[in-house]
């Protein structure tokens, strides 16, 4: 059956669309493809390459059809000539185009004169049955082609498509399997055999495991998967969308995200996270649940905003990308805008998952004056962001941090882009207990052998942060004089801290007051009772 893209791929040749530009890193794939739909439509189909020239590729072995034709303008003359019906694929036709003459191989002139070609093919195409395929990784063409140009986004396999990579490594593994049956000595039992029939529901998981992957690469850690596991095991699957992370220039892929129970305080929007945490499965759909969109966490600094957005990808299971704002900015004309829409476009092919913008005001910054610094590069990143956000349908959940929200354009708090604005404040007195707590237990003492009441009065207007920091000053002191820590340390290493809130007394007092008409209480109220120790009884 054919997929909506082979469909659309098959309405543009039958009405004549001269150029079609088909962006997509898999050759085979796409030549795969193109092969059906000409078979249907009855025309030829024939590639060009530098290296090869043109060579027919619907026949059962690809035959050269004129090997000298290496330089685009000989092979174009070929097209322009020939009366057969045909679909003609040029691979990297972008590399000759580059009027600059940047490469040395093509001078500038002769690409003015390639551009002119393909400018004088379009009508001879359109009242031929030909049809001219522009096949390429990257989307890059002269501005002269653009009215003439049409781009077919092939870059990711559809569903389909990843499903019958999926059947080719299970039969290959079948064949494996049963060629070698023979030879394998009795007695190595069952254990060892690759698990190669699989029932609808893991075949599924599988599948939609792999989005984001292009077919090479699905088939590749399928068949690393049955290597590794004997059998498909989504964690090996999930853990190569590594790889695209770390390809990217922009989005970062964070492994080591924290668990809830050492976020301390933020009572109120643990629930609200908790509720949602299984929002993105299929049987939320069904009861009529949307996919949750995202958070944006105001608070003072050293609040805990970072720690909770690692926290979140832990608690929902789901990949934690960090998107660094400051690497999407470049010196190339166009290219920031081009990083921006290949972060979210990649973020989306990897979804379910957890998109993290840090400290979000830095990132936004020179929005105002945009237009005379940088001819407005960042106002149209950050328009494509915003567009991005409000119309996105992937499973994408966006949780962007601020300190300084006079530095955040408006049009970005609005309903819509996020569904909700949290505001994370100083923790209170049961609170700084908690976090106490936590990070004692987790540098392997015992809540219960401090003051923990004590200690938390005397650290009124401390972040969580800052409480850290104090513990871990009190053990310096405690590991240099050869003891145990005790709560003299703490208390001596509190006096000794000038917490934030009273060096930067006056933004956070404003900061603090903004929040309390514009935003959610992350934390619950003072005095209410929040059941912290139950999570530290068996220690960190």
């Known amino acids: 059956m054919a997929t909506d893209r082979e469909l659309e791929l098959e ?41 090869e020239g043109l060579v027919a590729i619907d026949t059962v072995r690809p035959t050269p ?74 989307l890059r063409f002269p501005v002269e082609l653009e009215k003439d140009i049409t781009v077919l986004d ?13 059947d080719r490594v299970l039969r290959s593994a079948r064949h494996m399997q049963s060629s070698g049956r023979e030879e394998r000595k009795s007695g190595a039992g069952r254990g060892h055999r ?57 989005l970062e892929y964070h492994d080591a995200v924290e668990d809830m129970a050492y976020v301390g305080g933020m009572a109120a929007l643990k629930s609200w ?47 934690l990308l960090r998107l660094d704002m400051g690497k999407v900015f470049s010196e190339m004309v166009g290219a920031s805008e081009h990083n921006i829409r290949a972060a979210l476009r990649l973020a989306e092919s990897v979804s379910p998952c957890v998109l993290w913008l840090d400290e979000l005001e830095k990132g936004m910054s020179g929005l105002g004056s945009s237009n005379r610094s940088d001819a ?83 650290m009124e207007g401390f972040s969580g942060a800052e409480i850290e920091q104090a513990i871990i000053s009190a053990l310096y002191d405690a590991f240099e004089a050869d003891r145990e820590l005790t709560d003299q340390d703490l208390h001596r290493n509190i006096g000794q801290t000038v917490p934030l809130s009273k060096t930067m007394h006056e933004p956070i007092s404003a900061l603090r007051n903004w929040a309390r008409t514009h935003a959610r209480l992350a934390s619950v109220d003072e005095g209410a009772t929040v059941p912290w120790m139950a999570s530290l009884e068996h220690g960190p």
């Open 376 to 458: 407005g590069t960042a106002a149209r990143v950050f328009g494509s962001f915003l567009v991005w956000m409000q119309e996105k349908t992937a499973p994408v959940f966006v949780i962007a941090t601020s300190n300084d929200i006079s530095s955040l354009p408006p049009e970005l708090l609005r309903k819509g882009r996020f569904d909700e604005i949290f505001f994370i404040d100083l923790p209170d007195l049961q609170e700084r207990q908690e976090i106490l707590a936590i990070h004692l237990a987790r540098r392997h003492r015992d809540p219960a052998r401090f003051d923990l009441f004590s200690l938390a009065q005397e």
């Open 273 to 319: 996270l908790r509720k949602r945490s299984l929002a993105f499965s299929e049987r939320a759909r069904r009861f009529g649940l949307p996919e949750p969109r995202g958070l944006l966490l105001l608070g003072v600094q050293g609040g805990g905003k970072s720690l909770l957005a690692k926290s979140v990808a832990s608690l929902w299971k789901l990949p």
């Open 11 to 51: 309405v543009l040749i039958r009405a004549k669309y001269p150029l079609l530009y088909l962006l997509s890193w898999e050759e085979r794939r796409v030549e795969a493809l193109l092969r059906r739909v000409a078979a249907r439509r009855k025309k030829r189909l024939f590639s060009w390459t530098v290296t």
């Open 194 to 250: 690759v698990q190669t029939e699989l029932d609808e529901a893991t075949r599924e998981r599988a599948i939609k495991a792999a989005a984001g992957l292009t077919a090479s690469e699905a088939e590749n850690v399928f068949a690393k998967s049955l290597v590794m596991k004997r059998r498909l095991d989504l964690d090996v699957i999930i853990a190569e969308k590594k790889q695209l992370i770390r390809k990217s220039r922009v």
């Open 65 to 138: 059809v004129d090997p000298s034709a290496t330089m685009p303008l000989k092979a174009l003359e070929y097209v322009a000539q020939s009366r057969d019906p045909a679909v003609f694929c040029f691979k990297d036709l972008h590399l000759f185009m580059q009027v600059d003459g940047s490469s040395p191989q093509v001078p500038g002139m002769d690409a003015i004169i390639l551009i002119r070609k393909l400018r004088d093919m379009v009508e001879l195409l359109k009242q031929s049955q030909k049809t001219l395929c522009l096949l390429s990784p990257v």
């Open 154 to 166: 092939c870059s990711v396999p559809t569903h389909e498509e990843l499903a019958e990579a999926l």
